[in-house]
Nanobody, 124 residues
């Protein structure tokens, strides 16, 4: 049974940093795609960053490029999202998800399994 458990959310002032973690279990971690998505109140889910666990190659949404970094620890089957220079518009519920096949970057349709989410709130 696939399990994705996010942690690390919280409240921070604008300009601050947070690191989210997503611990994966119940499937073969390597050679899949793991993504971070977010959904703000009243808005559609938005893709933030994606990593291919086989090679570590990454892709970012323009809105977070240069501020967020996705990384992984293969030994722990864990993906991280380091978020720096946070802005109030980054406030959202953040989810990690797994896609088992390639396709359009950060397309939520590709992602088969989702975590329960962790809240990030950035105050001005």
């Amino acid at each position: 049974q696939v399990q994705l458990v996010e942690s690390g959310g919280g409240s921070v002032q604008a300009g601050g940093s947070l690191r989210l973690s997503c611990a994966a279990s119940g499937y073969t971690y390597r050679f899949n795609y793991m993504g971070w998505f977010r959904q703000a109140a009243g808005k559609e889910r938005e893709g933030v960053a994606e990593i291919y666990t086989g090679t570590g190659s990454t892709y970012y949404a323009d809105s977070v490029k240069g501020r967020f970094t996705i990384s992984q620890d293969n030994a722990k089957n864990t993906v991280y999202l380091q978020m720096n220079s946070l802005k109030p518009e980054d406030t959202a519920m953040y989810y990690c998800a797994v896609a088992t096949y390639p396709g359009r970057f950060l397309d939520p349709v590709r992602y088969n399994y989702w975590g329960q989410g962790t809240q990030v709130t950035v105050s001005s």
